[in-house]
């Protein structure tokens, strides 16, 4: 291994570009693969290391020297191969199930620019590096602007949502004050970040008011946007079902609301004439109650399958209910599978046509029938 060492000092330096460790050699090793590039932070050059470790990305970042000793202890210890990328030549290195070190040079023809950019890999809404204030009093980030490594999906999950905002932020009035209000349930962490995204980031007049029933959150939350000076983001105690705080919204956003507590709230907005819905279901029972058809009693009959297709069927007769009042309607993936079956997120945009104009076939109404179906939307919007 002191050949190893020796090469591993030789590499690692300002002509360093990347590198990808792989081929596990013990088969207790949770770690998948490791990725290694040189970036530079606050004018200090580093490697960036990314660990991809059963369903979870670590990041960390080392110095040169320190880069050697963490490669070198990694491929002696749980990995056999590694394929480095250097200015002027790439290097492939095997170990053999004895320890044997096997490298393999090839010199570049054209020499390659060490790319020094941070976040290379995704360029997020909200970047990681850079101090925002509402992630760091939630604890996502540090106080210098880097992403705490257990909160990593929470923050990829923050900018998901963003991402889905951004695509319909035309779709907003820009000439006046946008009224949004968000139907929560649970913490509020997507709640501070629509605020800083739409009033910070894109310098847009914003009024929110976030309705929930859990007084303490009510409490905390207002302390905090006072606390950052977010004026125009509320909290208040109310229940879906019976809210009558306003007369017109312009975008309502429900997250996580159990049940047919999302039926209440896409009815809530079709009869605010929202222009944007964003909606993430969850809990859909009542479905998985009424269900019934003797096609599908073989599948109906598991428990988990039936509870699988209720949901799926949940949200597709809520999508076309809204098409039918006059809303663009996607149904997309709001997190990846491998972190929450429940990741679906229904975005909505009115169409410029009036809602009285209902569109649409009647295959949903066929659809419920079959399957002996009287959903709570379909009876708040009386259809």
């Known amino acids: 291994m002191e050949e190893l060492n020796s090469l591993l000092k030789e590499i690692i330096g300002d002509d360093f570009i990347d590198a990808v460790i792989s081929n596990r050699s013990d088969k207790n090793n949770k770690k998948s693969k490791v990725l290694l590039r040189n970036i530079e932070l606050k004018g200090k050059r580093y490697v960036q290391i990314t660990e991809y470790v059963a369903n979870k990305v670590i990041h960390k970042n080392l110095s040169y020297e320190d880069t050697v000793q963490y490669m070198k202890e990694t491929l002696e210890k749980e990995f056999k191969q590694c394929e480095v990328h250097h200015t002027e030549k790439n290097i492939n290195i095997l170990i053999s199930k004895k320890g044997k070190v096997t490298i393999k040079t090839k010199l570049q023809t054209n020499c390659k620019n060490v790319d020094l950019s941070h976040n290379k890999t995704k360029n997020y809404l909200i970047p990681d590096g850079e101090p925002v204030d509402f992630l760091i009093e939630l604890g996502v980030m540090n106080q210098d602007g880097y992403i705490i490594k257990a909160k990593y999906d929470k923050f990829r999950q923050i900018n998901r949502f963003l991402e889905y905002i951004n695509d319909i932020v035309d779709k907003l009035p820009s000439k006046r004050q946008i009224s949004i209000i968000d139907f929560g349930c649970g913490s509020s962490y997507l709640t501070f970040a629509m605020y800083y995204?739409?009033?910070?980031?894109?310098?847009?007049?914003?009024?929110?008011?976030?309705?929930?029933?859990?007084?303490?959150?009510?409490?905390?939350?207002?302390?905090?946007?006072?606390?950052?000076?977010?004026?125009?983001?509320?909290?208040?105690?109310?229940?879906?079902?019976?809210?009558?705080?306003?007369?017109?919204?312009?975008?309502?956003?429900?997250?996580?609301?159990?049940?047919?507590?999302?039926?209440?709230?896409?009815?809530?907005?079709?009869?605010?004439?929202?222009?944007?819905?964003?909606?993430?279901?969850?809990?859909?029972?009542?479905?998985?109650?009424?269900?019934?058809?003797?096609?599908?009693?073989?599948?109906?009959?598991?428990?988990?399958?039936?509870?699988?297709?209720?949901?799926?069927?949940?949200?597709?007769?809520?999508?076309?209910?809204?098409?039918?009042?006059?809303?663009?309607?996607?149904?997309?993936?709001?997190?990846?599978?491998?972190?929450?079956?429940?990741?679906?997120?229904?975005?909505?945009?009115?169409?410029?046509?009036?809602?009285?104009?209902?569109?649409?076939?009647?295959?949903?109404?066929?659809?419920?029938?079959?399957?002996?179906?009287?959903?709570?939307?379909?009876?708040?919007?009386?259809?």
């Open 197 to 383: 995204f739409l009033r910070e980031l894109k310098g847009l007049d914003v009024n929110i008011t976030r309705l929930d029933l859990k007084e303490d959150l009510i409490v905390k939350c207002n302390k905090l946007a006072c606390k950052l000076s977010y004026d125009n983001l509320k909290f208040e105690n109310g229940d879906i079902a019976d809210y009558t705080g306003c007369d017109s919204v312009d975008m309502v956003v429900t997250l996580h609301a159990c049940d047919v507590a999302t039926d209440y709230a896409l009815a809530k907005a079709i009869q605010w004439n929202a222009r944007v819905i964003l909606s993430v279901p969850c809990c859909q029972h009542e479905v998985n109650r009424q269900i019934q058809n003797d096609l599908l009693q073989p599948v109906l009959k598991y428990g988990i399958l039936k509870e699988r297709m209720s949901a799926l069927i949940t949200d597709g007769i809520r999508a076309e209910l809204l098409e039918k009042c006059g809303y663009d309607t996607q149904i997309l993936e709001f997190i990846d599978m491998e972190h929450t079956p429940k990741n679906i997120l229904i975005r909505a945009v009115r169409k410029h046509i009036s809602l009285d104009n209902k569109q649409s076939n009647g295959d949903v109404f066929r659809l419920m029938e079959e399957l002996h179906l009287n959903p709570k939307l379909k009876k708040l919007l009386d259809m």
